[in-house]
């Protein structure tokens, strides 16, 4: 089974978060989550499925798919929402006008359909 990113980092950048983690090779993908309900970080760790089960429709819960990438692809001009491996790090910029400083980003890792569970939220920002 495959483990989430443990090295999860979000930035401010000009079009919104640019987040990055360490490139796990066993994984065929990564599922980034981000919201501002504040009892999600204490639900960890624990698969998403859980973590989310009672989250009230007025909180922001979103998730986003992201693939893992083979090779080197580092432009100095990253465009928002795609991804990109510079250095062994998956660098992905969310651009979300919804998602503020301060608000929790989650990462799991995906191999064979199986998501890894969520061990830990970042604080945006």
């Known amino acids: 089974k495959v483990s989430s990113p443990s090295d999860v980092d979000t930035e401010m950048v000009v079009d919104g978060f640019l987040i990055t983690f360490s490139r796990n090779e066993l994984a065929d993908s990564y599922v980034l989550y981000y ?3 504040s ?3 204490q639900k960890v760790p624990n698969t998403a499925e859980n973590i989310f089960l009672g989250v009230p429709t007025f909180n922001l ?5 992201l693939a893992n990438l083979d090779a080197e692809d580092c ?3 990253k465009l928002p929402e795609e991804v990109y491996l510079c250095s062994g ?5 969310l651009a979300d006008p919804q998602l503020a400083s301060g608000m ?4 799991t890792a995906v191999k064979d359909g ?3 569970q969520l061990n830990e939220f970042m604080v945006a920002g």
């Open 75 to 77: 432009p100095v001009d």
């Open 104 to 107: 929790y980003v989650g990462i």
């Open 114 to 116: 199986e998501e890894s």
């Open 39 to 41: 009892v999600a970080p």
């Open 89 to 93: 790090k998956i660098n992905y910029i």
């Open 35 to 37: 919201t501002d309900w």
């Open 61 to 65: 819960y979103q998730k986003v798919a």
